[in-house]
């Protein structure tokens, strides 16, 4: 079975300063997709970013890169320059062959930049 | 576009009670999935729909039931409330895999509130 861990409850980081989100998975499947989505205060989820397993290189979209260790089996979020409004919860989950194309999410992190 | 919508926004239901929360989508998106975030915890998949007529169950299907009569819609069911359906309910949908990819970016509605009093 696939399972998602995140391992970071709450995190705090210093405004303008670099923050690293880890999650680990558990698969047997040599593809799948993994994912982070944003969760703020106000509740909707909002995806940031993707990596697919075979992919060679590490996945980047603006502020927001993701760390690929495929042999550690983890997939960390970075986010570069932490701005007050990436005060949220962070979610990590993943894609695999299922028949519904179903995600698989972690338990969250609840990050708080601090001015 | 409106995306995915969800009805209501709040409710309070009483021990017992029933009601259908609401879900539509206007991306012709095939794949459809209902969850329940529970204070401070992630998602978890209730059930899910890879198209209209066809529905499956997710991790936590007990107490609820859904139908897909259409593309667009997917209600969810829930016969005789209970305290431990208080939760957040968000409904999702996603255009599906393609090509040999895993790209499964799935859309989110607003979420329903509801509490069972």
């Known amino acids: 079975a696939q399972k998602i861990t995140q391992t970071q409850p709450g995190m705090f980081v210093q405004e303008k300063e670099a923050v690293t989100l880890d999650c680990t998975y558990d698969?047997?499947?040599?593809?799948?997709?993994l994912f982070w989505y944003k969760q703020p205060s106000s509740g909707e989820m909002i995806f940031l970013i993707y990596?697919?397993?075979?992919?060679?290189q590490n996945a980047t979209e603006g502020r927001y890169s993701l760390n690929f260790q495929k042999a550690r089996k983890s997939a960390n979020l970075v986010i570069s320059a932490s701005q007050l409004g990436d005060s949220a919860m962070y979610f990590c989950?993943?894609?695999?062959?299922?028949?519904?194309?179903?995600?698989?999410f972690g338990g969250g992190t609840r990050l708080m930049v601090k001015p | 576009n409106a995306g995915v919508t969800q009805t209501p926004k709040f409710r309070i239901l009483k021990i017992g009670q029933s009601m259908t929360l609401q879900c539509a989508q206007d991306?012709?998106?095939?794949?459809m999935y209902w969850y329940r975030q529970d204070p401070g915890m992630g998602l978890k998949l209730i059930y899910y729909?890879?198209?209209?007529?066809?529905?499956d169950k997710g991790e936590v299907p007990n107490g609820y039931n859904v139908s897909r009569s259409t593309t667009e819609d997917f209600p969810l069911r829930l016969e005789l409330a209970a305290p431990s359906q208080t939760s957040v309910y968000f409904c999702?949908?996603?255009?599906?895999?393609?090509?040999?990819?895993?790209?499964?970016?799935?859309?989110f509605g607003p979420g329903t509130r509801l509490t069972v009093l």
């Open positions: 999702a949908s996603s255009p599906g895999l393609a090509g040999g990819s895993f790209y499964n970016e799935q859309f």
């Open positions: 698969t047997s499947d040599p593809s799948y997709g």
């Open positions: 990596q697919g397993s075979y992919d060679q």
């Open positions: 989950a993943m894609s695999y062959n299922n028949a519904g194309n179903m995600l698989t």
């Open positions: 991306m012709n998106h095939n794949y």
């Open positions: 729909s890879v198209g209209a007529g066809i529905t």
